[in-house]
């Protein structure tokens, strides 16, 4: 069966690869937005609608996936940083306390359209930081394109204390979960 990854993120596509997967990448570029409130619907919403619309444009049989992360601290839900200042203020909010990384998944089959969506979550513990060091993190650049403004398989690394829950889904796609829908819902076995 055809594996189509719909997702723009190198992460996700280098998570996938190394697994030995067969697969081929189709960007969604929809527009990141859902009405509902709650975290975890809002990824499986997003993660829905990314897998959905690459769905629509295909004309073979094939299974596609979709996914999509925040972070969220309190009740805020953090997207990707539009700039330097909303990259520091969310890392000035993030750190010396923990948040919790949500991503959606969504696996649609184009024979049927059978859609399957699941979501995870890790709590992440970040350091707490001088201004100086969020100043310094924020150069490295890394941040810009990640939920949270940090990318903890980076330098992000250095910032992080501890995790409780699946590192991958903090990357952006929760790997084990995935393949366990693959397996349950698809019939799609990869051992
Ligand atoms: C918190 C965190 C997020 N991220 C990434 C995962 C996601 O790629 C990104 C959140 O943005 P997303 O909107 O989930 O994904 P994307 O825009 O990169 O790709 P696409 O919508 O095409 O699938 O943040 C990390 O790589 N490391 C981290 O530590």
């Known amino acids: 069966m ?10 996700r596509r280098e998570l996938l690869s190394n ?10 570029n929809v527009e990141e937005f ?44 953090l997207g990707k940083p539009k700039d330097r200042d909303e990259a520091y203020i969310m890392l000035k909010n993030l750190q010396g306390r923990v948040h919790t990384v949500y991503t959606g998944i969504t696996i649609v089959r184009t024979k049927d359209f059978k859609c399957v969506s699941d979501f995870e979550e890790t709590k992440v513990w970040i350091k707490k930081l001088e201004d100086e060091e969020i100043f310094n993190y924020i150069d490295t ?17 250095l910032i992080v204390e501890k995790i409780e829950g699946d590192y991958f889904n903090v990357v952006g796609l929760p790997i084990s979960k995935l393949f366990d829908i693959l397996k349950r819902e698809f019939g799609v076995r990869l051992l």
């Not at 697994?19 to 969604?28: A, K, W």
């Open 34 to 77: 859902s009405s509902e409130k709650h975290p975890s619907r809002y990824v499986m919403d997003l993660s829905f609608n990314k897998a959905l619309l690459v769905a629509k444009k295909l004309k073979e049989e094939a299974i596609v996936i979709g996914a999509d992360t925040v972070v969220v601290i309190e009740d805020k839900v």
């Open 19 to 28: 697994l030995g997967l067969d697969f081929q990448v189709i960007e969604s």
């Open 2 to 11: 055809k594996i189509v990854l719909a997702s723009k993120s190198p992460r």
């Open 141 to 157: 650049g890394e941040g810009y394109d990640k939920a949270g403004a940090y990318a903890i398989q980076g330098f992000g690394a």
